[in-house]
């Protein structure tokens, strides 16, 4: 598996298919957060913007080797359900890496007070809830991107806008890990309080298992 990993990781840097969507995520930091604005609702909308991304992500990974590559590398890998669980985890670790170096970044731009500037927010409780909250919307997104793309669905003009769809449901919808996540670092921002989402992070970690196990049980059928 580690060879794997370090093929798709590989594939995905020598490609540059990666950089749109890191230019996505920068420009959305670069408009939704600001130099002194609030930190929790910043670390908010910033694991808020790390959910399409992620589902980009999986995405580029899931389409990147041609056909004949594809089977190839399932054959070496030992099935084709390992190389799909290889491309899954590779995106997935793309987006937290992403997520993390978002976090910290706002962190040190954030002001660690709350929304009405009347009490302190400890910097290391809001940097532990904004990485949780970021792990969440990865996840959710890692799912989001493994049902909208090869093997699930296979044709691009359908899997677009699934994707699309879904990652502005993910975040609007009640019930969704995501938005359940972000919506209590925005309480949390009025409050003083620094939520720890791991309820959240366990459903989304459920979810994001189940996709993948759809992912890969259908990647064997259609390699």
């Known amino acids: 598996m580690t060879a794997l990993l370090g093929y798709h990781t590989a594939l995905l840097l020598r490609s540059q298919r990666w950089l749109p969507p890191v230019v996505l995520y920068g420009a959305l930091l670069a408009v939704g957060v600001g130099m002194g604005d609030p930190l929790l609702d910043s670390l908010g909308y ?21 056909y004949a590559a594809r089977h190839v590398t399932a054959t070496a890998a030992g099935g084709p359900v390992r190389a799909q669980l290889a491309v899954l985890v590779t995106a997935l670790a793309a987006a937290g890496l992403l997520g993390a170096v978002g976090t910290v970044l706002t962190v040190l731009l954030g002001d660690a007070r709350t929304t009405d500037r009347t009490a302190a927010i400890p910097l290391p409780g809001a940097l532990a809830s904004g990485l949780l909250a970021a792990a969440v919307c990865a996840l959710t997104g890692a799912a989001l991107g493994a049902l909208c793309t090869w093997p699930v669905l296979t044709g691009r003009g359908w899997s677009l806008a699934a994707l699309s769809l879904g990652a502005l449901l993910l975040l609007v919808t009640a019930g969704s890990p995501a938005r359940t996540a972000v919506s209590a670092l925005i309480s949390g921002s009025r409050t003083g309080d620094t939520p720890l989402s791991l309820l959240p992070l366990a459903a989304a970690a459920a979810v994001a298992t189940a996709a993948a196990a759809l992912s ?3 990647s064997s059928r259609r390699t």
């Open 46 to 66: 910033a694991a808020a913007a790390l959910l399409p991304v992620a589902a980009w992500l999986v995405r580029i990974c899931a389409t990147q080797e041609p």
């Open 216 to 218: 890969c049980g259908l």
